[in-house]
């Protein structure tokens, strides 16, 4: 994990690991709605030349179209304990906020409470998501 940053708000002490899966939030959606799905981080760096830029590449396995790959570059706007909060531009020439954040039981059993039936006992949650998750 790097070391803070003191250009973008926060601790910085969430951490960001490559192949894990993250709670992903983008408002505005691809409708009328926040748009909430589940993405495997392949990986991020830093944009060297931006002090608050992060290049990530991830799979979005709740895309409307089906799981696709996507690789962008957001503007950090705060980097908290807990999550980390996004933009980046959308298709149109607007943006979108983006939130990343652990999953937890609870998250899932609330977005994909069918999936967690198929949840073995004592199945960790990365595990299980690598399972039953689309990937790109």
């Given at each position: 994990?790097?070391?803070?940053?003191?250009?973008?708000?926060?601790?910085?002490?969430?951490?960001?690991?490559?192949?894990t899966w993250y709670a992903w939030t983008i408002v505005p959606g691809y409708a009328d709605y926040p748009h909430q799905s589940?993405?495997?981080l392949?990986?991020?760096k830093m944009v060297p030349t931006r002090k608050t830029f992060l290049e990530i590449?991830?799979?979005?396995?709740g895309y409307a179209e089906g799981a696709q790959?996507?690789?962008?570059?957001?503007r950090v706007l705060a980097w908290t304990a807990h999550a980390m909060v996004c933009l980046f531009h959308r298709e149109d020439g607007g943006h979108r906020v983006a939130t990343i954040s652990e999953v937890n039981q609870h998250w899932l059993e609330q977005l994909w409470p069918e999936a967690m039936r198929r949840r073995e006992p004592g199945e960790g949650l990365q595990a299980?998501?690598?399972?039953v998750m689309p990937q790109g």
């Amino acid at each position: 994990m790097p070391a803070p940053n003191p250009h973008i708000p926060g601790d910085n002490s969430f951490r960001l690991t490559p192949r894990t899966w993250y709670a992903w939030t983008i408002v505005p959606g691809y409708a009328d709605y926040p748009h909430q799905s589940a993405i495997y981080l392949y990986r991020w760096k830093m944009v060297p030349t931006r002090k608050t830029f992060l290049e990530i590449v991830y799979t979005d396995a709740g895309y409307a179209e089906g799981a696709q790959d996507f690789e962008r570059v957001v503007r950090v706007l705060a980097w908290t304990a807990h999550a980390m909060v996004c933009l980046f531009h959308r298709e149109d020439g607007g943006h979108r906020v983006a939130t990343i954040s652990e999953v937890n039981q609870h998250w899932l059993e609330q977005l994909w409470p069918e999936a967690m039936r198929r949840r073995e006992p004592g199945e960790g949650l990365q595990a299980f998501m690598t399972r039953v998750m689309p990937q790109g």
